[in-house]
């Protein structure tokens, strides 16, 4: 503890040490000074809630507390209540989801990561329902993703996972796209992630019939991007969607060369994307397949 910290020990009276303000203050001093202990629990050593009508009585009230250990303990509540009875948490997500984003951005490291886990059990439990909710989750999520506290960051890029894992690409998509501009480098390499693993789960048709001229755009913006992580993500973007246009455009019953099906994708990018576009992606994607080929 510093020797400010010290000080401020001393200044307290004799009948506060005795009672539970000053144990409270304690976590507070602990906290500030970098050395504070909290258990951060894995959703699967979650509890039930025992008394759901009391717990659901006091949970936006304590969401809102000033006391962070009291919010964080009410945040932890909120991953019980949607993991084991979501249905009686329905009726306030809304203004969960609300105090979520207040803790979210909390400069307190404790706070802010477990409504992080929070957010993650919510996705997994409500899925497609959140989607009308989800934006300013998205938001936040993609920034601490993208900060320099390690653990913090961890946790935010895990509960894009789950974002990206649960809710349906179609109707997460849509949310994602804006984020591909964002004027800060490390949220468009996050959220290029995120679509890089939201479009396999569209599958063939999805993407073919809703999605690919999109797509096309998307990955191509990305492969000259300033970070490594968003070119990767272009990349594997590209390849899946070069994959799928072959599939549904070129790989019919009838048999064609390789050099037919090249052709048709080289087609593609040149009607969809401008000259020097199309010439970045056609070298990632056909550098990719002659490694592919020598490999085999």
Request: proline fraction near 4%; aromatic fraction near 6%.
């Amino acid at each position: 503890m510093s020797e400010t910290a010290l000080r401020d020990v001393n200044t307290i009276p004799e009948s506060e040490r005795n009672d539970g303000r000053f144990e409270r203050w304690n976590r507070e001093l602990w906290s500030r000074d970098g050395n504070s202990e909290v258990e951060y629990i894995g959703s699967e050593n979650l509890n039930t809630v025992e008394d759901v009508e009391n717990c659901l009585k006091t949970l936006l009230s304590r969401l809102d507390s000033k006391d962070w250990s009291s919010v964080c303990e009410a945040l932890n509540d909120v991953r019980r209540l949607s993991i084991f009875h979501k249905e009686a948490i329905v009726g306030v997500l809304n203004d969960v989801i609300s105090l979520i984003v207040k803790s979210l951005k909390n400069p307190r490291s404790a706070v802010c990561k477990t409504a992080i886990m929070a957010s993650a059990d919510i996705f997994k439990a409500f899925s497609d329902d959140i989607i009308d909710s989800v934006d300013p989750l998205l938001v936040q999520l993609l920034l601490k993703s993208s900060q320099d506290k390690r653990f913090v960051c961890e946790a935010a890029e895990s509960s894009l996972i789950a974002l990206t894992t649960w809710v349906s690409p179609i109707l997460l998509l849509p949310k994602l796209e804006p984020f591909i501009k964002n004027r800060n480098p490390r949220i468009r390499a996050k959220d290029s992630m995120c679509v890089c693993r939201s479009v396999p789960q569209l599958g063939v048709d999805g993407i073919e019939a809703f999605w690919i001229d999109k797509l096309i755009q998307i990955g191509a913006s990305q492969l000259s991007d300033r970070l490594p992580e968003s070119r990767d993500a272009a990349c594997t973007l590209l390849l899946e969607l070069q994959s799928v246009y072959e599939k549904s455009h070129v790989l019919k019953p009838t048999a064609v060369s390789e050099e037919s099906a090249i052709a048709s994708w080289e087609n593609f990018c040149q009607s969809k994307l401008s000259p020097s576009s199309a010439q970045a992606v056609l070298r990632v994607t056909n550098i990719t397949r002659e490694g592919l080929v020598l490999g085999s």
